[in-house]
């Protein structure tokens, strides 16, 4: 079994920094794909950033510049440093992993719990 746990988010003021982490633990074989989502208050979940097994990234463009998404490969956790914050990154974020639990079993996609982030101006 597979569990993400999340931790970093609180309040911020504006242009101040935070740094969210997300831990998988459980039976994995490896990770191919590690994303952050977020999701504010009526509107839809969208995806921030996402990092490959080979580190390969990629935002999107409301965060290039400001955020930075890497890997821990040895640790199986993801880190979003986010810099400059604004009001508009209030939101609910969420990891998300694309975990094989085995060599020949397909990809199955995981989801942290979830941690909010409050930017006040």
């Known amino acids: 079994q597979v569990q993400l746990v999340e931790s970093g988010g609180g309040l911020v003021q504006a242009g101040g920094s935070l740094r969210l982490s997300c831990a998988a633990s459980?039976?994995?074989?490896?990770?191919?794909?590690m994303g952050w989502y977020r999701q504010a208050p009526g509107k839809q979940r969208e995806l921030i950033a996402a990092i490959t097994s080979r580190s390969s990234t990629n935002y999107t463009e409301s965060v290039k510049g400001r955020f930075t998404i890497s890997r821990d490969n040895a640790k199986n956790t993801i880190y979003l440093q986010m810099n400059s914050l604004k009001p508009e990154d209030t939101a609910v974020y969420y990891c998300?992993?694309?975990?094989?639990?085995?060599?020949?079993?397909?990809?199955?996609?995981?989801w942290g719990q979830g941690t909010q982030v409050t930017v006040s101006s």
């Open positions: 459980g039976s994995i074989w490896s990770i191919p794909t």
């Open positions: 998300k992993m694309e975990i094989l639990t085995t060599w020949y079993a397909g990809a199955v996609d995981y």
